[in-house]
């Protein structure tokens, strides 16, 4: 049973940094792609940063400079740091591993505010 299951969401203050982690189990992890998407309030899901299995990345333009994704194939893990936070990057951030099928995790809440 393939699961994965993101940590580290939680309360920041505007410009701060937050890394939240994808643990993934039962699956072959060095084949797939990684891809953290997002969902903010009424707003539709969006991709924010894909890591493929060679360790290629791509970032949506909002974030990039600002976000690096990262992979430990050792420890069956996705990171996503996250710095000068503001605002707007309120929303739940979701993991999903891409390769003939695609899996996701349940998402863990990053909310930036004062």
């Known amino acids: 049973q393939v699961q994965l299951v993101e940590s580290g969401g939680g309360l920041v203050q505007p410009g701060g940094s937050l890394r939240v982690s994808c643990v993934a189990s039962?699956?072959?992890?060095?084949?797939?792609?990684f891809n953290w998407h997002r969902q903010a309030p009424g707003k539709v899901r969006e991709l924010v940063a894909g890591i493929t299995s060679s360790g290629s990345t791509r970032y949506a333009d909002s974030v990039k400079g600002r976000f690096t994704i990262s992979r430990d194939n050792a420890k069956n893990t996705v990171y996503l740091e996250m710095n000068s936070l503001k605002t707007e990057d309120t929303a739940v951030y979701y993991c999903n591993a891409e390769w003939s099928i695609i899996y996701w995790g349940q998402g863990a809440q990053v909310t930036v505010s004062s």
């Open positions: 039962g699956l072959t992890f060095s084949r797939y792609a």
